[in-house]
């Protein structure tokens, strides 16, 4: 059951165990996607940001300072200024976007290594595997999504 809430989408595989994305995640995403539109012709303001993706000013700093910091935007200066991609949208990945912004992926509450199972028992559930499995395969998946692979997507569907 997918339910978008509060801006937080979350996936109840059982009742124990929550698959979270939040907002900060998906905004950065939304925000580089937009970027790599217009980051050819010059910087990119995060106000025209704001403004597009309906997103606000002042989350989008938050949002844009972790981005800096981990070298996946630079910031230009000037009455011109704003932000351009540090590299090419095909390098960048969407699991390098999470990183950035502290976002993680999990389908468990556990941690892999613990023997305590995610719903506080000394064993892990039945299904625990099969959460796991998911994880990986969702995290593979932000592993060769990349920037332009959204842009193109988001291209394609104008026509």
Not at 63 to 78: M, P, T, W, Y
Not at 147 to 155: A, F, G, I, Y
């Amino acid at each position: 059951m997918i339910l978008d809430y509060f801006s937080q989408v979350y996936i109840y595989p059982r009742k124990y165990s929550i698959m979270k994305l939040t907002s900060k995640g998906r905004y950065a995403v939304m925000a580089l996607v937009d970027l790599a539109r217009f980051d050819n012709i010059n910087p990119v303001s995060l106000r025209d940001i704001s403004l597009r993706q309906g997103i606000s000013l002042d989350y989008l700093e938050q949002i844009f300072s972790k981005l800096r910091k981990n070298e996946i935007v630079q910031s230009v200066r000037g009455t011109q200024g704003g932000y351009i991609l540090n590299k090419k949208a095909k390098e960048i990945k969407l699991t390098n976007i999470f990183d950035a912004v502290d976002e993680k992926v999990k389908t468990v509450q556990c941690k892999k290594e613990s023997k305590k199972g995610c719903n506080g028992k000394s064993t892990k559930c039945l299904t625990h595997n099969l959460w796991d499995e998911l994880e990986n395969h969702i995290n593979n998946f932000f592993k060769e999504k990349s920037l332009e692979d959204l842009v193109k997507d988001n291209t394609e569907r104008r026509i």
